[in-house]
């Protein structure tokens, strides 16, 4: 492997003395080399935040050997898509010295988003590798456990692939596959390890995960700054502020709950006068007969809207009154239109007869109009 710093000569060098003739292939040649002199640990013996270790001599790499393809945060080109990553390039000169299994990264410097990778792991933005594995067996014998852990040590494991990452999905930047070859989302949203998911269990059943206290520290600050306490607050003082809450709200839902029955009874009272009065009225204008205002009055408790549209529906009954002065107008009218009609028009239409039963001043008015004189009585 070229060293750094050696790397860094022969660039000055080029740059200096061939730059105007040379700086298209030197971009491309240059970054080939520092491509490929770029080794990441994929896996050693220390103990990850999931709180159990792999041993490296258990690790399967037969398959990641044969086909050693390096991914860009585990994102796999498997729907077609033009906006996938495809592979950014494979491992090379697989090592495993002592408890360690590193490799050398080959970049595909053809593609755009791979050489830009590489450029940023060769100015140490991007310094971590992640490994992608399946778990085969655990074991809590005593050899296999170390001080701090807490959940079974992985025996047996198979290498699925290794990723160029930005940020490892823990310390050992460790990924882990089921047996159909899926990524393990093994978090939940609360950002704790989902142990119905993760195959490793807890060395025995009095074990806890040491990290428990600090996870119920941080949920019990972040409720303490929700009720406007201090990040101290002790368990005590939060339990009997969330009590004096409980309780003032448990006042509050009472009063609240009658407020709301006095709004609704007083609604049900105006509604009840108001249906009463509607029906009061149809009666007293004659839309319906005092017999039928206990229907109607039934009608507004079950439907208001309904009984509202039917009474509107209902014309009002006329009184004596106002059907003489109908007829009274209706004959006026008549008489109107039988004036301006003459005697021989009248005769004609066979209306002499009517006119004379009917309205007698105008029949002598339009005899004495025809003949000069008014008619014998």
């Known amino acids: 492997m070229i060293a750094h710093s050696v790397i860094v000569m022969l660039q000055n060098i080029i740059y200096h003395r061939f730059a105007v003739f040379l700086t298209p292939l030197y971009n491309l040649t240059l970054l080939r080399l520092i491509a490929r002199s770029m080794r990441f640990i994929i896996s050693d013996e220390s103990i990850n935040s999931y709180g159990f270790w792999l041993l490296t001599s258990g690790g399967d790499l037969s398959q990641f050997v044969k086909n050693p393809i390096m991914l860009w945060m585990h994102n796999r080109a498997f ?74 040590t992985v025996t047996k494991w198979r290498l699925k692939e290794g990723s160029i990452v930005d940020i490892g999905s823990n310390d050992n930047a460790l990924t882990l596959y089921d047996k159909k070859g899926n990524i393990l989302n093994l978090f939940t949203p609360e950002g704790e390890i ?38 101290a607050a002790t368990e005590e003082e939060l339990a009997a502020k969330v009590t004096a809450t409980l309780a003032d709200k448990d006042g509050e839902i009472v009063r609240l709950t009658n407020e709301v029955k006095v709004l609704k009874d007083a609604e049900k009272t105006k509604v009840k006068a108001d249906a009463v009065a509607l029906v009061d009225a149809a009666v007293k204008d004659g839309r319906i007969d005092a017999t039928g205002k206990d229907s109607f009055l039934k009608l507004f ?70 003949f000069g004189t008014k008619p014998v009585q």
Do not use: C
């Open 79 to 152: 729907r077609g898509m033009k906006d996938e990553v495809l592979p950014i390039g494979s491992w090379q000169d697989v090592k495993v010295e002592g408890n360690t299994i590193t490799a050398e990264a080959n970049f595909d410097m053809t593609d755009p988003f791979a050489a830009s990778i590489a450029s940023k792991v060769e100015q140490g933005i991007i310094k971590m590798a992640s490994a992608g594995i399946e778990i085969i067996a655990t074991s809590q014998e005593p050899q296999y456990v170390k001080p701090g852990q807490y959940r079974e």
């Open 194 to 231: 989902d142990a119905d998911k993760l195959s490793v269990k807890l060395i025995d059943s009095t074990q806890e995960d040491p990290n428990k206290d600090t996870k119920t520290t941080l949920k019990m600050k972040k409720i303490a700054l929700l009720f406007g306490m201090a990040e």
């Open 301 to 370: 408790d079950t439907d208001p809207e309904s009984a509202k549209v039917t009474l509107s529906s209902i014309p009002k009954r006329k009184t004596a009154e106002e059907l003489l002065k109908e007829g009274n107008k209706g004959a006026e009218g008549e008489r109107e239109k039988l004036a301006k009609l003459s005697w021989d028009e009248l005769d004609k239409t066979g209306k002499l007869s009517y006119v004379k039963e009917k309205h007698r001043e105008l029949f002598d008015e339009k005899f004495e109009g025809k």
